[in-house]
């Protein structure tokens, strides 16, 4: 049995035009599939007939290969979005792959996963739609020996990557269906919308917090050319929180159902919550900001 965490997160970003020509990927699942499209519409896959989504969060899913509760946990299925570093999209498949790879083997020793690298490079694949790159390890997890296979394409500054940990003796069973997950992946990546960032000017959205002091309260002004003011403001009784408020200034830009903001001490993504063509509030973690 694999006793690793569900919740594992790996950046494998795969850039573009691979250095030697990509050959076919080959031993993948050929029956019958259902399709899976994100709920924020980021990307679709296929996987085996049985196969399901166990969980899911911003960044990616976990997959049930057809497991049940009294089968042992004999592979583990994640499949991980994200967006890759600028730096990187102008890198060739295996250049970027090489950079990050030690960042990847870290990430899997971290979750119970010891790898031992044999030094092959990566394979650049032909996928029905990308060019893709493919990498496979043996290691132990558990004390068990496993396989560990990841796979990943790129598509406009974003990535996807399918990682499998499979039980050494399983892979017939399981690695057909992550290499179909691979081969069927459409990545639909969230494009900048300024019709959206010019409706967002002039409108402004608030959230408060009741505290046994008093309360807190977060109001986000946008303005024309992408600016957005962030006011802070603390009311309170006697002097548990005392009462001011501080103002700063930042940049925002909306990408897909998000609008991004930018201050100096960081960067923060809220998503556009609509209704009847009108954005009527801001949302993330449990937090609304409603439009006054």
Request: proline letters at 7%.
């Amino acid at each position: 049995m694999i006793a690793i965490l569900y919740d594992i997160a790996v950046e494998v970003p795969m850039a573009h035009s691979p250095q030697s020509p990509p050959a076919p990927l080959e031993g993948m699942h050929r029956g019958a599939v259902t399709t899976f499209l994100h709920p924020r519409g980021w990307f679709s896959i296929e996987m085996p007939a049985g196969w399901s989504v166990a969980s899911q969060s911003e960044s990616g899913l976990v997959i049930n290969p057809g497991l049940t509760s009294t089968d042992t946990l004999d592979a583990l299925v994640v499949v991980n979005l994200g967006e890759l570093d600028p730096a990187r999209t102008a890198a060739s498949l295996t250049e970027t792959f090489r950079d990050i790879q030690p960042a990847l083997l870290r990430d899997l020793q971290s979750q119970g996963i010891e790898v031992v690298d044999d030094g092959a490079p990566p394979l650049p694949v032909d996928l029905a739609h990308l060019s893709g790159l493919v990498k496979q390890w043996r290691g132990r997890a558990g004390g068990r020996n496993v396989q560990v296979w990841v796979g990943g394409v790129a598509q406009d500054g974003y990535y996807l990557a399918v990682l499998s940990v499979i039980v050494a003796g399983q892979e017939a069973r399981f690695l057909p269906g992550v290499k179909r997950i691979l081969h069927s992946v459409q990545p639909r990546p969230p494009q900048r919308d300024p019709a959206i960032e010019r409706a967002l000017e002039g409108a402004e959205f608030l959230a408060s917090d009741s505290r046994p002091g008093g309360s807190f309260t977060t109001v986000f002004e946008f303005a024309s050319g992408n600016d957005v003011k962030k006011t802070m403001i603390a009311g309170g009784r006697g002097t548990v929180l005392g009462g001011g408020a501080s103002e700063e200034w930042g940049s925002y830009e909306v990408v897909g159902d998000e609008v991004h903001l930018s201050f100096h001490d960081g960067t923060d993504a809220l998503v556009l919550m609509i209704e009847q063509g009108r954005i009527v509030a801001l949302h993330r973690d449990g937090r609304t900001y409603r439009r006054r």
